[in-house]
């Protein structure tokens, strides 16, 4: 009879042990192609419309959307497509619009979200639900109400009109400034009552100052749709000297409709002020909507 005195020792077949690192580089290789891939699909448009705005009419006709220009220091269609269209009035409109329509919804939408959190009264659910089914209908079925009801109230043709069109708070807004309010303690609302405070001094002097983060994801996820928005301008302020920057260029198509190198300056013109606002205000973004879920 043999009696083990040791532990049974169990081996594990070794067949499969080199399959694991093989997939792992698998993956990492699939995962950073896709990246290139993605990277390509957006620098490639930029590229060609950058190396097309620099180029003259004989090389647009020579060569191809990526060639290099002869020059890289030529500057005739920007100067062409910043007087001839009139950019720099473009940009005062685009300016003008996005300052009142931004401040205009950081406001409401603070607001609404301070009184859906704070306030306790009947149907407070139904109110976010509305806003949530409002944000789902498609604006093109609604254009003939709105488009009546700005005509009315005799805004039509100006600048305000967009403006006022840009105020009606959205759902991701008033999503943004609720996760941020309701990580704000309560108790700094009873205190503040307690020295004799107001619901709207509470949210003037305490509420809205912590709301900075989502004040600065609003303003620049708010801002960027504004000014890269092409129809609102385009429908309701249809005289040329209201044009923003979106509708500025679309009328370069008409006297520069074959003078792709031209247009190609005029959008050159219209991508790099938000390309480097975003680049520098991009943590922003990130920050806010990663607390704003967290919280």
Avoid at 62 to 68: E, F, P, S, W, Y
Avoid at 218 to 242: Q, T
Avoid at 267 to 285: G, H
Wanted: with cysteine.
């Amino acid at each position: 009879m043999t009696v083990l005195t040791g532990p049974a020792i169990v081996r594990a077949p070794r067949s499969g042990g080199r399959s694991t690192p093989v997939r792992n580089r698998v993956a990492v290789l699939l995962k950073y192609l896709s990246l290139v891939l993605a990277c390509a699909v957006v620098l490639v448009p930029l590229a060609a419309v950058l190396l097309t705005s620099l180029r003259t009419g004989k090389e647009m006709a020579d060569g191809g959307a990526l060639a290099a220009p002869h020059d890289w220091f030529n500057l005739h269609n920007y100067a062409v497509a910043f007087t001839d269209g009139h950019m720099l009035r473009a940009l005062w409109n685009t300016s003008f619009i996005l300052v009142f329509s931004v401040a205009g919804t950081v406001l409401i939408g603070s607001m609404t979200a301070y009184a859906v959190d704070r306030f306790h009264f009947r149907f407070r659910k139904l109110v976010v639900t509305l806003f949530l089914i409002a944000s789902l209908v498609p604006s093109v079925t609604t254009q003939v109400a709105t488009y009546q009801i700005v005509s009315s109230l005799g805004v039509m043709d100006t600048r305000w009109a967009p403006v006022l069109l840009y105020m009606g708070t959205d759902i991701v807004s008033i999503y943004i400034f609720l996760q941020f309010i309701r990580s704000i303690p309560i108790s700094l609302d009873e205190a503040a009552r307690l020295d004799g405070a107001n619901s709207f001094t509470i949210y003037w002097r305490i509420i809205l100052p912590l709301l900075k983060p989502a004040m600065a994801t609003v303003v620049i996820v708010k801002g960027v749709a504004i000014y890269n928005d092409f129809y609102i301008p385009f429908l309701y302020m249809p005289d040329d000297n209201l044009g923003t920057v979106s509708t500025s260029l679309f009328r370069f198509k008409g006297p520069y409709g074959a003078h792709w190198e031209v247009i190609s300056a005029g959008a050159a013109l219209v991508i790099v002020p938000s390309m480097v606002v975003f680049l520098l205000l991009q943590r922003f973004i990130y920050n806010g909507f990663a607390s704003g879920a967290t919280k």
